[in-house]
T-cell receptor, first 113, second 116 residues
Framework: AQSVTQLDSQVPVFEEAPVELRCNYS??????LFWYVQYPNQGLQLLLK??????LVESINGFEAEFNKSQTSFHLRKPSVHISDTAEYFC???????????FGTGTRLKVLA | GAGVSQSPSNKVTEKGKDVELRCDPI?????LYWYRQSLGQGLEFLIY????????KSGLPSDRFSAERTGGSVSTLTIQRTQQEDSAVYLC??????????????FGAGTRLSVL
């Protein structure tokens, strides 16, 4: 069975500081990995995904995540955060060839001025 | 429509009452999903519809929960005899096809259900 662990429920960080949101997964088969973002009062939006190939994936708004198979991790990073990055971030895995996501419990990122 | 629409955005009900939650997916999307987002629990898969195929109901937590999708478009999630533990945000998502690698799921803003 697959599972996703996001150890940090909340992460406060000052504007322009770097941030890392941690995600670890457990699976006995090959998986796809995703980060979704949920801004206040909005639905989830896909931020970035790892399917295959380069282990470093990037989003259009400066976030990046690196797939580390040996550590079964897919941590999300941004070198300099903005107030507008305040949101909840969900890590998810999906077994190849399926339609189901397994989501983590989410990390609430709060960017402070 | 431009995105996935859910109604109502908030629903307060009394324990024991039935509730209906509506999801209007993006036009043309054949796949539709319901998830439940409980405090500190992440998103829990409830049910999946794909075209005219039989739905995957494996995530429904009890027989008080049911869902239907009429005409391959709008879906309704019904919770009968609501309990306090049903309080959560119910999210709907839709996608063009079924495989997550090829088809992004687009989420609605959710319905926040509070059972008193």
């Amino acid at each position: 069975a697959q599972s996703v662990t996001q150890l940090d429920s909340q992460v406060p960080v000052f504007e322009e500081a770097p941030v890392e949101l941690r995600c670890n997964y457990s699976s006995s088969v090959s998986v796809y990995l995703f980060w979704y973002v949920q801004y206040p009062n909005q639905g989830l939006q896909l931020l970035l995904k790892y399917l295959s190939g380069s282990t470093l994936v990037e989003s259009i708004n400066g976030f990046e995540a690196e797939f580390n198979k040996s550590q079964t991790s897919f941590h999300l990073r941004k070198p300099s955060v903005h107030i507008s990055d305040t949101a909840e971030y969900f890590c998810a895995v999906s077994e190849r060839g399926t339609y189901k996501y397994i989501f983590g419990t989410g990390t609430r990122l709060k960017v402070l001025a | 429509g431009a995105g996935v629409s859910q109604s109502p955005s908030n629903k307060v009900t009394e324990k024991g009452k039935d509730v209906e939650l509506r999801c209007d997916p993006i036009s043309g999307h054949t796949a539709l999903y319901w998830y439940r987002q409980s405090l500190g629990q992440g998103l829990e898969f409830l049910i999946y519809f794909q075209g005219n195929s039989a739905p995957d109901k494996s995530g429904l937590p009890s027989d008080r929960f049911s869902a239907e999708r009429t005409g391959g478009s709008v879906s309704t999630l019904t919770i009968q005899r609501t309990q306090q533990e049903d309080s959560a945000v119910y999210l709907c998502a839709s996608s063009w096809g079924w495989e997550v690698a090829k088809n992004i799921q687009y989420f609605g803003a959710g319905t926040r259900l509070s059972v008193l």
